[in-house]
C-alpha cells in the first residue's frame, strides 16, 4: 500500500518503474547489515534509514532526469536500476557468506506502526496529488506533455520530483516489511514491481495516467489484491498457479481499461 501510494506520482505521468523489487530487497539488506554493524541499536536503524533514504531519492532522481536527458522511456533507465539492483543485492549477500540474513525486531508493535505509516502516507500523498502543483502537474504529463511544457510546466523537473518521491515510499515499504520479517535475503522484494503495477491498475489507475488518476487507485487495489492473494492462499491453491492468475487478472485489467471505444484491442 506505501509504495503504491508513491507510485501514484509516476503512474499518473504514463510512466513506470520495473526496478522497485529489486531496490526493496537491496535496501532490506542495507538495513539489516548498517543496523547491526551499529550494534542493531536505534541510532543505528535511524542511520540505516537515512542512508537508504539517500539512495532511494539518488536513485529516483537518476532515473527521472536521465530519461529525459537521453530522450529514453522511462522503462530503459529503470530497467538499467533493476539489473543494478539485482546485482548490488548478490554482491552484498556473497559479502555476508549466508542466503539470507536477519535482524531482531520488535513485531509487537508492528500492525500499529503499519497502520500509522499507511495513514501518514496516504494523507501526505492526497494532500501533494489534488492540493498542489505537485499532483496536477504529474497529471498534466500524463494526459499532454507537449501541451503542458507549452504551458510553461517544467516538465523535466516534476518529472525527477515524481520519481524521488516513489524513491521516499520504497524506502519506508522496504522497512515497514522488514519489521514485520526481520530477514532479507537474495530473492527479498521479488515481484514487487508487478504487485505495485497489479494493485494500482486494479485500482482503476489508466496505464496511461493523465487526469483520470487517483490515489484512491492504490489504496482500493491493493487492499483487494491483498484479499484476493490471501484468500487464494487459504484455499489451499498452489503458489505457481497463483502467480499465474494474477497474470490472468493483470491481463484482463489492461484489456478492458486501454480498450479502444470503437474496439476490443488495447490501444
Excluded: H
Amino acid at each position: 500500500a506505501i509504495i503504491s501510494l508513491g507510485a501514484v506520482f509516476v503512474y499518473s505521468m504514463g510512466f513506470m518503474d520495473v526496478s522497485v523489487g529489486q531496490q526493496v530487497g537491496v535496501y532490506a539488506i542495507l538495513y539489516i547489515l548498517i543496523s547491526n554493524k551499529m550494534g542493531g541499536t536505534t541510532a543505528g536503524v535511524a542511520v540505516a534509514f537515512i542512508v537508504v533514504l539517500a539512495i532511494a531519492l539518488a536513485c529516483g532522481a537518476f532515473n527521472g532526469a536521465v530519461a529525459v536527458w537521453l530522450g529514453l522511456p522511462s522503462i530503459v533507465t529503470s530497467l538499467f536500476l533493476m539489473f543494478f539492483f539485482t546485482g548490488a543485492q548478490l554482491l552484498l549477500m556473497e559479502g555476508t557468506g549466508n542466503t539470507s540474513i536477519s535482524k531482531p525486531m520488535d513485531r509487537n508493535q508492528y500492525t500499529l506502526m503499519l497502520i500509522i505509516a499507511i495513514a501518514v502516507v496516504a494523507v501526505l500523498v492526497t494532500y501533494f496529488f489534488k492540493y498542489t502543483k505537485f499532483g496536477k502537474y504529474t497529471k498534466a504529463i500524463g494526459a499532454n506533455e507537449i501541451a503542458a511544457e507549452q504551458s510553461g510546466v517544467n516538465t523535466t523537473k516534476w518529472k525527477v520530483f515524481a520519481y524521488m518521491a516513489f524513491g521516499v515510499t520504497v524506502a519506508i515499504g522496504a522497512f515497514i516489511m522488514l519489521t514485520r520479517t526481520g530477514s532479507a535475503g537474495k530473492g527479498t522484494g521479488t515481484g514487487f514491481a508487478m504487485d505495485v503495477m497489479i494493485c494500482l491498475i486494479l485500482g482503476g489507475m489508466p496505464l496511461s495516467g493523465g487526469m483520470k488518476s487517483k490515489v484512491s487507485s492504490a489504496l482500493v487495489g491493493t487492499f483487494t489484491y491483498v484479499l484476493l492473494s490471501n484468500d487464494l492462499t487459504t484455499m489451499g491453491v498452489d503458489l505457481n498457479m497463483i502467480n499465474f492468475l494474477k497474470a490472468v487478472i493483470f491481463i484482463i485489467i489492461v484489456m478492458i481499461t486501454c480498450r479502444k471505444r470503437d474496439g476490443v484491442l488495447p490501444r
